[in-house]
């Protein structure tokens, strides 16, 4: 816990650099969690009275295609990630250029092909109808806003090559102080527009540029500052790093899209078999559940190329530690507060939003279980993510995400509600729990044997 870095020559040391650099990047991605929430609370009642109730909507329609678009590198973002930790790990710089070089321009190619196809069908998408609003002002700015937007996304694509770059040599908190800074800079574009009455495209500029001016920043920064050996070259770009990239990325992307589909089918689930009223009552709920694993996440993804380095270098002593106490700290974070939640929190859920949603115990039982289980679900993946068993997980993961559907349907339509928490929680033990245990202590074992094989000879 100091700004002065450990000396990296030393097993020693190096252990406690990587313990540095995961406690400065938990309190760098808080801070920026932190200012992005200001940002929030300052921004919404500010624009929602002056943009009215049909724009503010449109804006922050718009602003949710940021999720959907989130898939659109395909996972190569984290593809790069995992190569880069491996060869910082063997301190193998000219793999690293080549990493960085083949994964900058794949990006910028499928960046410039995803925007020749949005200006193909730009012209000819009826905007208006797309977010169905029907003032004359709205209508008028739908496609200018949709399209700053998903051109400032495009943009940002490969910028974001700079912030794996920095999480794969485990400077994370670098890329959180930049993230805060572009939440700033957002909400001080956002409320010089209001003061100027800008329209909707120029409040879409403001929110969206601003991050994406912070990456441009941090990629000078770093390729011209800190690390200009890494800077992308064209001549640098290999297929065998490309294809590396791309491997691992498509797994990634199977893997994100099996998560999505787990998680983003509960309300659907709940509102076509229990009812609509149902979505509600296991909203509300599964919200107040969710902000511990959400919150553990910050200090649990620092590791995932902490491993990788780790494992590189064959410090095997290392990674069991890392692994044995963040279990050992999500159980001691989600048990207590899973336990309270379960006996308290139809009282917390009244407090919070009134007498209309009234959990039932065992919908509360469910969800309680399920935050350990997806927290220690998410030590776990890190520990993967760093050795590079991906397509272990996107299988896991696929077959976990089809079980868990049809089982929360099937137990929706017999227990109502809770039905939909305890099918998940059935297929994620028999679909991931059980493979995890019989397959990591193995792995341990086997990434064991090879260290001390390589330091023998």
């Known amino acids: 816990m100091r700004l002065r870095p450990f000396d990296p020559s030393t097993p020693q040391e190096r252990s406690q650099e990587r313990y540095r650099r995961i406690f400065l990047t938990t309190l760098a991605s808080a801070a920026a969690r932190g200012v992005s929430i200001l940002a929030t609370l300052i921004s919404v009642p500010l624009t929602l009275d002056y943009l009215g109730t049909e724009r503010y909507a449109l804006w922050m329609t718009i602003n949710s295609f940021f999720t959907m678009l989130a898939f659109a590198d395909l996972g190569m973002g984290n593809g790069l990630l995992n190569a880069v930790s491996e060869a910082h790990g063997k301190d193998d710089r000219e793999a690293a250029l080549r990493y960085v070089s083949s994964g900058f321009f794949a990006l910028s190619g499928l960046a410039g092909l995803l925007a020749i196809g949005f200006a193909i069908i730009?012209?000819?998408?009826?905007?208006?109808?797309?977010?169905n609003v029907s003032s004359p002002t709205a209508v008028a700015e739908a496609g200018l806003a949709t399209a700053i937007f998903?051109?400032?996304?495009?943009?940002?694509?490969?910028?974001?090559?700079?912030?794996?770059?920095?999480?794969?040599?485990q400077e994370g908190f670098i890329n959180s102080l930049w993230e805060g800074l572009g939440h700033l800079l957002g909400l001080g574009g956002v409320v010089l527009a209001v003061y100027l009455k800008a329209g909707l495209p120029w409040l879409v500029l403001?929110?969206?540029?601003?991050?994406?001016?912070?990456?441009?920043?941090?990629?000078?920064?770093?390729?011209?500052?800190?690390?200009?050996?890494?800077?992308?070259?064209?001549?640098?770009?290999?297929?065998?790093?490309?294809?590396k990239i791309m491997r691992l990325g498509f797994l990634f992307f199977v893997l994100q899209l099996a998560a999505a589909l787990v998680f983003s089918s509960d309300n659907l689930v709940a509102a076509q078999v229990v009812g609509p009223d149902a979505v509600a009552q296991y909203s509300v709920?599964?919200?107040?559940?969710?902000?511990?694993p959400i919150l553990l996440l910050m200090g649990l993804s620092p590791l995932w190329p902490a491993y990788g380095e780790a494992i590189a270098r064959g410090d095997m002593a290392w990674v069991r530690r890392a692994l044995g106490w963040s279990l050992a700290l999500v159980v001691v974070i989600t048990g207590p507060a899973s336990i309270l939640l379960t006996l308290f929190g139809a009282r917390v859920v009244k407090l919070w939003v009134g007498p209309n949603?009234?959990?039932?115990?065992?919908?509360l039982l469910g969800l309680g279980i399920w935050m350990v289980m997806q927290a220690l679900g998410s030590a776990v993946a890190m520990f993967l993510n760093g050795v590079g068993l991906i397509k272990f997980q996107a299988?896991?993961?696929?077959?976990?995400?089809?079980?868990?559907?049809?089982?929360?349907?099937?137990?929706?339509?017999?227990?109502?509600?809770?039905g939909i928490v305890w099918g998940t929680l059935i297929a994620?033990?028999?679909?991931?729990?059980?493979?995890?245990?019989?397959?990591?202590?193995?792995?341990?074992?086997t990434l064991s044997q090879r260290a001390s094989q390589a330091h023998a000879t």
Not at 156 to 167: K, T
Not at 428 to 445: E, F, H, K, Q, T
């Open 285 to 292: 709920p599964a919200q107040m559940f969710n902000i511990a």
């Open 395 to 418: 299988v896991m993961a696929t077959v976990m995400a089809v079980s868990a559907l049809v089982m929360k349907v099937l137990l929706a339509r017999l227990i109502g509600t809770p």
């Open 150 to 169: 998903v051109s400032l996304f495009f943009a940002s694509m490969p910028l974001g090559v700079s912030q794996r770059v920095q999480l794969g040599y």
């Open 428 to 445: 994620y033990a028999i679909c991931v729990a059980i493979p995890c245990l019989v397959v990591i202590p193995r792995l341990l074992s």
């Open 122 to 131: 730009y012209p000819s998408t009826p905007w208006p109808r797309v977010f």
């Open 206 to 243: 403001a929110r969206a540029g601003a991050p994406a001016l912070a990456a441009l920043l941090n990629s000078g920064v770093l390729f011209w500052g800190t690390r200009p050996w890494l800077r992308p070259r064209w001549q640098y770009v290999t297929g065998e790093a490309t294809g």
């Open 357 to 363: 949603v009234t959990p039932s115990f065992l919908l």
